[in-house]
C-alpha cells in the first residue's frame, strides 16, 4: 500500500532531496511495485513520479494515458512531444540535488539496476545526481507485515513436516528393497505442499552423490535417479502460503542413506555448518549493537570460514539471498561474490544463509532463514541441522 508519509520520513532518514520513480513498459517491476501499478493495467507510454523529501509529489504522464497515475497523490504533468517530456523530467527534479532511483552505478547491482543509461543521463543533464534507491525499495517493496510473518512460521512448519515425510519415504522404500528416484521424491514434496494449502513457483531440487554438487542440479524423468544404500543427498525446496501475501521458507538439508555417516560427508558438512554459523553471528552481533550491517559483510564472514578450510573454489554462489512474496525477493542480499551489495540489512526483512561446498561426487549445502523483527531481534527459522543425518540409523 502507498504510503507518502513513511516514504518521505525515509527520505530524510537517508539524506536524500527526493525519489524519482520510472516505468517504460514494464521495465521496472521495482517501481511498478511502489506505485501500486500492478494489475492496473501495464501502459505504452513513460511515466515518472517524483517524490520529493518535503512537500507535494509530482507526476508526468502521457496525453493518451493521462490517468495513470491518478491513484497516487500529487499534481500532474501530461506530456505529448518529445521536448514537452524533457522539460515534465526537468520540473520533476527542480531543487533536487540527489536523487533516488532504481540505478546502481557501474550496474555493481544488477537486482536494483532498472532504469536505462538515457534516463540517468536526462536527469543528471537538469542537476540532479542519481543514487541507488536499494535502501527504499527494500523499505516499501520487501519489508514484511505482521501477517506475513504469520505466514511464514505456517510454511517453515510445512516444509519442516516436508522434510519428514521426505526421509521417511525413502528409507521404508531402500528398506524394502523397493525402488525410489529423484522424481517420485520431488513429486512426493509437491502434493504435500498441494494437501496443506501452499504453493512453490517450481519443484524442489533432490540430489544425489554427484547432482547434489550442482547448485541448481533439476531433477527430470530424462535423468532421474535412483536413491540407493550408501547414496548421499541434497534436498532444497522451499513454499509459501496460497493466501495473500504468502511469503517463502527456503531450507536445504543433507542426509546419507545408511546406519553411519562416512566421515568424507561429515568433515565437509561441519565446515559448512561453521560458515552458516558464523554468518548468523555477525547478525546477531549487528543488531545487539545497534550497527549498520551491509549484506556483503555477511557473505565474508561466511566465506572466510570455507576459505580458510581450502575449499573457497568450491562455494560458488553468495551466501545468501532476499526471500519475500518471490522465492528470491528485493531486499538485500548476502552477497560480496557475484556482487558488493551495499544494501542494509533491514528491520522486518527475510533472507536466506545457506553456504555450500560442491564437490565432483557430492554437495553440501545448509540453509536456514533469517528474520529481523521490527525491534531488531534475529530469528532463525528452519532449524539448524547439527549434523549429516543418518537416515538408516
Not at 251 to 267: H, M, Q, S
Request: charged share 25%; glycine share 10%; with cysteine.
Amino acid at each position: 500500500m502507498f504510503d507518502l508519509s513513511a516514504i518521505q520520513a525515509a527520505l530524510c532518514e537517508f539524506q536524500l532531496d527526493g525519489w524519482l520513480l520510472y516505468d517504460f513498459r514494464g521495465s521496472n517491476p521495482l517501481a511498478r511495485k511502489v506505485l501500486d501499478l500492478e494489475g492496473r493495467g501495464m501502459g505504452s507510454r513513460r511515466v515518472l513520479y517524483a517524490i520529493p523529501a518535503h512537500g507535494e509529489p509530482r507526476k508526468l504522464v502521457h496525453r493518451i494515458e493521462s490517468g495513470a497515475l491518478d491513484h497516487l497523490p500529487g499534481s500532474k504533468t501530461i506530456y505529448l512531444k518529445w521536448q514537452e517530456l524533457e522539460a515534465g523530467v526537468q520540473h520533476l527534479v527542480d531543487g533536487m540535488k540527489n536523487v533516488a532511483m532504481e540505478y546502481s552505478p557501474r550496474n555493481a547491482n544488477p537486482y536494483v539496476s532498472r532504469v536505462d543509461a538515457g534516463t540517468v543521463e536526462l536527469v543528471r543533464a537538469f542537476g540532479a545526481e542519481p543514487v541507488n534507491s536499494g535502501d527504499l525499495i527494500q523499505l516499501f517493496e520487501a519489508s514484511w507485515s505482521d501477517q506475513q510473518i504469520s505466514l511464514h512460521l505456517e510454511a517453515e512448519v510445512c516444509t519442516t513436516a516436508a522434510y519428514d515425510m521426505a526421509w521417511k519415504l525413502i528409507k521404508e522404500r531402500v528398506l524394502a528393497g523397493q525402488t525410489i528416484t529423484e522424481v517420485q521424491v520431488q513429486t512426493a514434496i509437491m502434493e504435500h505442499f498441494e494437501t496443506h494449502g501452499m504453493t512453490s513457483h517450481h519443484g524442489p531440487i533432490v540430489g544425489v552423490n554427484a547432482h547434489g554438487g550442482d547448485p541448481h542440479y533439476e531433477p527430470s524423468l530424462a535423468h532421474d535417479t535412483p536413491i540407493q544404500r550408501g547414496d548421499f543427498v541434497l534436498l532444497d525446496l522451499w513454499a509459501k502460503s496460497k493466501q495473500d501475501g504468502g511469503v517463502y521458507s527456503d531450507l536445504t538439508r543433507v542426509a546419507y542413506v545408511g546406519e553411519v555417516v562416512p566421515e568424507k560427508y561429515e568433515t565437509i558438512f561441519q565446515i559448512v555448518a561453521k560458515a552458516r554459523d558464523a554468518a548468523i553471528a555477525i547478525v546477531r552481533d549487528a543488531f545487539a549493537n545497534g550497527r549498520a550491517l551491509r549484506g556483503w559483510e555477511v557473505d565474508r564472514a561466511c566465506r572466510d570460514v570455507i576459505d580458510a578450510a581450502g575449499y573457497g573454489d568450491k562455494f560458488v554462489h553468495r551466501t545468501g539471498h532476499s526471500i519475500g512474496t518471490d522465492t528470491h525477493g528485493n531486499g538485500a542480499n548476502m552477497d560480496d561474490l557475484e556482487t558488493h551489495e551495499e544494501r542494509r540489512v533491514l528491520p522486518r526483512t527475510c533472507f536466506s544463509i545457506e553456504p555450500g561446498i560442491y564437490l565432483d561426487d557430492f554437495g553440501v549445502r545448509s540453509e536456514v532463514n533469517v528474520y529481523i523483527d521490527g525491534a531488531g531481534q534475529v530469528h532463525v527459522t528452519g532449524g539448524l541441522q547439527t549434523e549429516v543425518l543418518a537416515l538408516l540409523a
